[in-house]
């Protein structure tokens, strides 16, 4: 009210400001013959004006209205499913008084109101007044376009009729069509619970393959959501199914998982559902104890919830068990108990299943007369219900009558439509989010690649400087040897010669027989210069390489080292066929000398073996002594000797060289050369002089 009072006194002040502004209009205008209509017309329009706002409800009072109604049909709406199955005549009263609040308006709680009164005459198997206000509901569904609601109503309808019998025509039909609805909206649950009715209509038509089929697509869209309650109920309805197809140890274990998930979640009407389903299979199987024992815990859940309907069926189940038992006076208890509730509840159906059992009860007694009183009962109360499928037909026809089935069309159409735009949508943003992410993992691989390549480069560019630098080094060592012989040896010999010709020179008086011995050790010292320079240029550039090739150079190298005594080499050759590459022939004998020159003076070895090996594409050789051997990393020793030089010339042919050797173990020495070195290895050998 507060709200209300305040706009006024805003439409108030608004008031008096137009009629200041019209008074002050009025005082400039100066003929009577226009300020007289034009005051009228002006007042009236005041006055209207002013009486029109305080008629018309405010905005925020409309929207508070609004809110208030909505909150209270919400509170009717939960009052009257709270009580639906335990009290139907009070449901139904709440949701007529809430019908009678809504009065024409076409809202979607106006569906829900129907179908809960259409519900509470279905509960009480009043089928023309169900169908009646489930009619309405559809129709109003269908008018406002409230396809959730739509669905739910065809599913109402779908099981009043899977109830009297009209599975194919019309069941199946109202629910394929709100299973429909429900995929088409993407409400899996609902989705689920109509699949799970299809399944019990197959069931009832003995079409056991395609209600297993069903159940088990509903209990997968269940499990999708998590809904453990509908999870045990697709679960009971699979045991019923293998059961009566006598696959009893299947049956038992979908019924165990149910009732475990119902346990799990304290899900009471499922463990009531269970228990009785179990109680039946036994009843099936003849084992009257355990039927009993499910009966009565099936029992004791409906009476934990007040379940009037789970409690007449567990009476009527142990009934029926007494029955075959022969204890008569027991099942005539269960069986009264069973016709009373059905009796107070008005349910017609279980009236008529009661009154069948009384009637077997008494022709097992002998009182036939009340048996065929009852039999008749059971007879006429059955027609009854069934006749009504009759009534079904009418409003059937009417339903089509709407022409639903194309509303309905349309509805999944646009429906499918929404959901392939969006699904283009979200497609289309996946595919350009997907080529961003792509060019960008693109872009920094290529930079990546290049910084590799860039490192690579870098690292190349060292590596060769390494080696020029090795190769340098190992170079002026190698002339620094050579060197060293030519002064150590072809000099002394030189100098001896010399020094014998000089005295021959000075001194003209020896005899003659002296000069004759001096002459002598001078030309004697000439030769063994001559020989020193002989094998100093065969070391350079051997000849018998270039007439035999490695073989017989191998051969020569050997027979030398034998005929000294000192050191024993033997060599052996497989698949070495024709000439050699003359780098990796010279390389291959340089290897050899340094490896014999290393046996010799460092290792102190008695045995050398070498082994060459030439393969498809490469030439391998194998060289072992018994010598003292050496540890590998004392980089120092490698770096002062003549391995470092070797290794340089190997690796310049794209070659590898192993050193394995251990002190006092002596060692192996493994070189694999590619018997075409390439382009680049031919010209760092001739730019260093290899």
């Not at 996946?430 to 992410?437: D, G, P």
């Not at 060459?612 to 003292?628: C, F, H, S, Y």
Request: charged content about 20%; proline content about 2%.
């Amino acid at each position: 009210m507060l709200c209300n009072v305040r706009v006024l006194q805003l439409d108030a002040g608004i008031m008096r400001n137009h009629i200041k502004v019209v008074f002050r209009w009025f005082r400039r205008k100066p003929f009577i013959f226009v300020k007289i209509p034009a005051g009228v017309l002006i007042l009236a329009a005041i006055f209207y004006l002013f009486f029109y706002q305080l008629e018309k409800p405010s905005e925020n009072e409309s929207s508070l209205n609004k809110i208030t109604d909505i909150e209270l049909y919400d509170s009717l709406m939960h009052k009257s499913n709270s009580i639906l199955y335990s009290d139907p005549d009070s449901a139904r009263f709440v949701a007529h008084h809430a019908l009678g609040l809504i009065g024409e308006q076409k809202i979607p709680h106006k569906i829900i109101f129907l179908n809960i009164v259409g519900a509470c005459y279905h509960l009480e198997v009043d089928y023309k007044n169900a169908l009646n206000y489930y009619f309405q509901a559809l129709s109003v569904s269908i008018e406002i376009q409230d396809s959730m609601h739509m669905a739910q109503v065809h599913n109402n309808i779908g099981v009043l009729n899977m109830e009297v019998g009209n599975y194919k025509d019309a069941a199946l039909n109202h629910f394929i069509t709100a299973k429909n609805i429900f995929n088409a909206n993407d409400q899996t649950r609902f989705y689920a619970i109509a699949l799970n009715n299809i399944g019990l209509v197959f069931k009832e038509l003995r079409n056991y393959e395609k209600a297993a089929e069903n159940f088990y697509l509903a209990l997968y869209n269940f499990e999708e959501k998590d809904d453990k309650n509908g999870m045990s109920a697709a679960l009971t309805n699979l045991a019923e199914t293998y059961a009566n197809q006598e696959k009893y140890s299947r049956a038992f274990e979908y019924l165990n998982k149910a009732i475990v998930l119902s346990e799990s979640d304290q899900y009471i009407f499922g463990l009531c559902k269970s228990y009785q389903t179990k109680a039946n299979i036994y009843l099936m199987m003849e084992d009257h104890i355990m039927a009993l024992n499910y009966y009565r815990k099936s029992l004791s859940f409906a009476e934990k919830i007040n379940h009037p309907y789970q409690k007449i069926f567990s009476n009527l189940g142990m009934a029926k068990t007494f029955i075959q038992q022969g204890r008569q006076e027991t099942a005539f208890a269960h069986a009264r108990e069973s016709l009373d509730a059905a009796i107070d509840i008005g349910h017609s159906v279980l009236q008529y299943e009661s009154y069948e059992v009384l009637s077997i009860l008494y022709e097992q007694v002998g009182e036939f007369e009340k048996s065929l009183e009852y039999f008749r009962k059971h007879t006429e109360l059955k027609d009854e219900v069934l006749n009504q499928i009759a009534l079904h037909q009418i409003y059937d026809l009417e339903i089509k009558s709407l022409n639903t089935k194309t509303r309905y069309q349309e509805l999944e159409l646009i429906s499918k439509e929404l959901t392939i735009q969006q699904k283009r949508n979200q497609l289309i943003f996946s595919v350009i989010a997907f080529v961003l992410a792509m060019t960008g993992i693109y872009f920094v691989y290529l930079n990546y690649r290049n910084r590799q390549r860039v490192r690579m480069q870098e690292m190349t560019i060292k590596l060769n400087e390494k080696k020029s630098h090795a190769s340098i080094e190992a170079e002026i060592q190698e002339r620094k040897r050579i060197g060293q012989e030519l002064h150590d040896c072809l000099g002394q010999m030189l100098s001896v010669a010399g020094m014998h010709i000089s005295l021959l020179q000075r001194k003209k008086d020896i005899p003659e027989q002296h000069k004759d011995k001096l002459l002598a050790t001078a030309m004697h010292s000439v030769e063994e210069a001559f020989a020193e320079v002989r094998n100093i240029s065969h070391n350079l550039a051997p000849i018998l390489l270039s007439e035999k090739g490695l073989s017989g150079a191998l051969k020569n190298l050997s027979d030398k080292v034998n005929q000294g005594g000192h050191l024993r080499m033997t060599y052996e050759i497989y698949g070495l066929e024709g000439n050699l590459n003359t780098l990796v022939e010279n390389t291959l004998f340089r290897a050899m000398q340094e490896i014999l020159n290393n046996a010799i003076k460092h290792s102190k070895a008695s045995v050398l073996c070498i082994y060459v090996t030439q393969r498809a594409n490469e030439i391998n050789l194998m060289a072992e002594d018994n010598g003292k051997g050496f540890d590998t990393t004392n980089f120092a020793f490698l770096n002062g000797s003549g391995l470092t030089y070797m290794k340089t010339r190997i690796e310049s042919l794209n070659g590898s060289i192993h050193i394995d050797s251990t002190p006092m173990r002596g060692t192996i020495i493994n070189i694999l050369l590619p018997l075409n070195p390439t382009a680049n290895a031919q010209q760092f050998h001739k730019r260093t002089g290899g």
